[in-house]
């Protein structure tokens, strides 16, 4: 632990927030050094820090008041996808932020919904208002451009599970069963990625409907799980 809290002074400092916070409580020493980068008070925190370094802090101290408060604010800010995940994992602890989490399913930015609506279930429970959200996002036409987030609203859709099975589940079958999903000119990375994609449809689709997930058929080469 003394090894990765020396990284703090390093410019791996956000990898080091991410390992204190995997540490959790055995990390605590370092709790006023996360306090210091979440504040802003160490003059080598970046304007990527805070966030991370506040949700390192609850993980090691079990108190979630700094991190509601920062990753709060920047949710209320143009800064809104970065607090994000850090809500989403605080779950129903960030409940007083649900209202503003639940604005950003309308955000301009494609990212940030899907943030959002993966966010707003994580705290609420309530999948109602976030299925539609990423659902939208599941371009069945995708090329594999990593700018989309279509990738990622699968995985979240996964993660719903059940509830999402209605209007989900036919949709990633259809795109499963294609013989090529993607069609971006990755040169040898093509297939790679495809497989990857296959593996996040199948996973989904494991956890959203498991008594048919195993009636669909796996594309050669690709593997389960």
């Known amino acids: 632990m003394a090894e990765v809290a020396r990284r703090l002074d390093t410019p791996y400092a956000y990898d080091a927030l991410r390992v204190l916070g995997g540490i959790g409580p055995a990390a605590a020493a370092t709790a006023d050094r996360l306090a210091a980068y979440a504040t802003g008070r160490d003059p080598r925190t970046s304007r990527h820090l805070p966030r991370r370094a506040a949700w390192a802090h609850w993980k090691v101290t079990a108190d979630p008041a700094l991190a509601l408060d ?44 899907v943030a959002a609506a993966h966010a707003y ?5 309530d999948a109602e208002p976030a299925v539609p959200v990423l659902l939208a996002e599941v371009d069945p036409h995708w090329t594999g451009q990593p700018a989309a987030p279509v990738q990622e609203a699968v995985r979240r859709l996964g993660e719903i599970g059940a509830p999402a099975a209605g209007p989900a589940g036919p949709l990633l079958r259809r795109i499963l069963a294609r013989e090529e999903r993607l069609t971006h000119a990755y040169d040898s990375s093509r297939i790679l990625a495809d497989e990857a994609y296959v593996r996040t449809l199948i996973g989904a689709l494991e956890r959203i409907a498991p008594e048919g997930a195993a009636l669909v058929p796996v594309p050669r080469g690709a593997r389960r799980g």
Do not use: E, K, N, Q
């Open 70 to 113: 920062v990753c709060g604010a920047a949710v209320r800010s143009g800064t809104a996808s970065h607090g994000l995940p850090f809500l989403a994992d605080l779950g129903p602890l960030a409940a007083p932020h649900a209202d503003a989490v639940r604005g950003l399913l309308d955000s301009p930015g494609a990212w940030t919904r």
């Open 121 to 125: 279930w994580r705290i609420t429970g």
